[in-house]
């Protein structure tokens, strides 16, 4: 008999627009439902600035979306306050009661009774969930990324807490790393953990993105180091902007001709003003196709000094045959590979001048 499933997420799977790796990924675990004979009923809860792939849309029994405003954020928080809501809000902020309604209305009209949860931001529903069967897939575990920011670091015990109550209802959980399922141990998870090395890593279409071919012919006649990203995550603007600050004039004064692309949707301005400032860096905005430049550029860069779960965009710059040198953050999860050197931050201008010595 065909299950019916409720595939709660807070971004469109596969989507277009303003998305990074995770909906791929979500895309994947969407389409391995299907594949094993799953009936799937899709509420996504995203932003207006994503927009629904048809072919996925087309697998589906039900694909129902709510534009997910700032407003309905604030709702969501406030919403689970006595659940810890101002604590730690990365859990809640899908938890409006607009939102719990549809919820809760879905699994009622479709008699359904399994739910797959993607993204942290709606791991906040489980508490309606109750005579479910509950997966969730874990992009990344919230309280390791909160504790690896200084300015968050002292909140890592309590939303710890929190993210372990909402996981403790759930009885299967699903991460990328062998590393992430020891972090979910950690906060008492009592239930399976599955490890599903990451599958799906295409590049979504981001939309009023530059072709790829206009930037490579830019890197003839020097050499090119490559960063990629979603630039509106912290993890990926603070980061960058540290390299660009502390490693990269020295890289530059060492070799005169190298430059640096920082590829990826949404760069701050204060990223532009940055790169203004110093010579030999480019920032390109969105993009349709890294894939090329990685393998084109003299090496990739990934100096990630915060975050947390596997990132993908280090296993797309291995998989595209490049050199990448990187941080212990930005290798986790990541097999080991001789085109993969990992190195702390204090090393990193120096690791990229040894190897751009040598070739």
């Known amino acids: 008999m065909t299950s019916k499933v409720l595939f709660l997420t807070s971004a469109h799977p596969g989507g277009r627009g303003m998305i990074g790796a995770g909906e791929g990924i979500s895309e994947g675990n969407l389409r391995v439902l299907i594949a094993t004979g799953h009936e799937v009923h899709v509420l996504c809860l995203a932003p207006p600035t994503q927009s629904a792939n048809r072919a996925?849309?087309?697998?589906?029994?039900?694909?129902?979306?709510?534009?997910?405003?700032?407003?309905?954020?604030?709702?969501?928080?406030?919403?689970?306050?006595l659940d810890g809501g101002l604590i730690a809000p990365w859990f809640f902020t899908r938890g409006s009661p607009r939102n719990v309604t549809a919820v809760t209305e879905l699994l009622s009209c479709e008699h359904i009774r399994h739910v797959w949860i993607e993204f942290p931001s709606c791991l906040g529903f489980t508490p309606v969930f109750k005579g479910c069967e509950v997966e969730y897939f874990a992009h990344d575990v919230v309280s390791q990324k909160v504790g690896r920011q200084p300015l968050l670091k002292c909140l890592q015990s309590w939303v710890a807490g929190v993210e372990g109550r909402l996981v403790a209802s759930i009885q299967r959980c699903h991460v990328m790393s062998d590393k992430d399922a020891g972090l979910?141990?950690?906060?008492?998870?009592?239930?399976?953990?599955?490890?599903?090395?990451?599958?799906?890593?295409?590049?979504?279409?981001?939309?009023?993105?530059?072709?790829?071919?206009?930037?490579?012919?830019?890197?003839?006649?020097?050499?090119?180091?490559?960063?990629?990203?979603?630039?509106?995550?912290?993890?990926?603007?603070k980061s960058i902007m540290h390299f660009l600050i502390s490693s990269f004039p020295v890289i530059r004064r060492h070799h005169p001709d190298v430059q640096?692309?920082?590829?990826?949707?949404?760069?701050?301005?204060?990223?532009?003003?940055?790169?203004?400032?110093?010579?030999?860096?480019?920032?390109?905005?969105?993009?349709?196709?890294?894939?090329?430049?990685?393998?084109?550029?003299?090496?990739?860069?990934?100096?990630?000094?915060?975050?947390?779960?596997?990132?993908?965009k280090?296993?797309?710059?291995?998989?595209?045959?490049?050199?990448?040198?990187?941080?212990?953050?930005?290798?986790?999860?990541?097999?080991?590979?001789?085109?993969?050197?990992?190195?702390?931050?204090?090393?990193?201008?120096?690791?990229?001048?040894?190897?751009?010595?040598?070739?």
């Open 314 to 359: 280090v296993l797309q710059m291995l998989g595209a045959g490049a050199y990448v040198i990187t941080t212990p953050i930005g290798a986790e999860g990541v097999p080991a590979s001789e085109r993969l050197v990992v190195v702390e931050n204090r090393a990193f201008a120096q690791s990229v001048i040894d190897h751009l010595d040598t070739l």
């Open 184 to 237: 979910l141990l950690e906060l008492g998870f009592a239930g399976s953990v599955v490890v599903s090395p990451p599958q799906n890593l295409k590049v979504g279409e981001v939309g009023a993105s530059i072709p790829i071919s206009q930037i490579l012919n830019e890197f003839t006649g020097g050499r090119n180091l490559v960063f990629f990203g979603n630039m509106q995550r912290p993890e990926n603007h």
């Open 56 to 81: 996925v849309v087309g697998l589906c029994a039900s694909y129902t979306t709510l534009n997910h405003s700032r407003w309905e954020t604030i709702l969501g928080v406030f919403n689970h306050v």
């Open 260 to 312: 640096l692309w920082i590829l990826g949707l949404g760069p701050r301005w204060t990223l532009r003003l940055l790169a203004r400032i110093i010579k030999g860096v480019r920032v390109t905005g969105a993009i349709d196709d890294p894939m090329p430049a990685f393998a084109a550029a003299t090496l990739c860069v990934a100096p990630l000094r915060f975050g947390a779960g596997v990132k993908i």
